[in-house]
């Protein structure tokens, strides 16, 4: 099993920009696709990015879609997810978790391990 801390969010203005780490302990996360979720209140979980274990393969929302990057450090066994041009309806709870089936990695029932989360709000 392994660990997933979530950190780096906070409290930003439109347009502004988050960089969200998910730190890893207990194993490492080399050979595993690692994703990017998010809960808005009142909302569903929803899928934002995942990458590959190699990092070469990287997939997105549409909504986040040229806004959001999503990077590992495998030697860190850290994965990271770069916010920029910010909007209040990126406003939620975001989790990292670890992927065990990529081909079907909208799905949250295709994650494992999720962590505690790390809220962003983005305020107009």
């Known amino acids: 099993q392994v660990q997933l801390v979530e950190s780096g969010g906070g409290l930003v203005q439109a347009g502004g920009s988050l960089r969200l780490s998910c730190a890893a302990s207990g194993r490492t996360l080399s050979g595993y696709a690692m994703g990017w979720f998010r809960q808005a209140p009142g909302e569903e979980r929803e899928f934002v990015a995942v990458?590959?274990?190699?990092?070469?393969?990287?997939y997105y929302t549409d909504s986040v879609k040229g806004r959001f990057t999503i990077s590992r450090d495998n030697a860190k066994n850290t994965v990271y997810l770069q916010m920029n041009s910010l909007k209040p309806e990126d406003t939620a709870v975001y989790y990292c978790a670890r992927n065990k089936n990529l081909s079907r990695y909208t799905y949250d029932a295709s994650y494992v391990d999720w962590g505690q989360g790390t809220q962003v709000t983005v305020s107009s």
């Open positions: 990458i590959s274990w190699t990092g070469l393969t990287t």
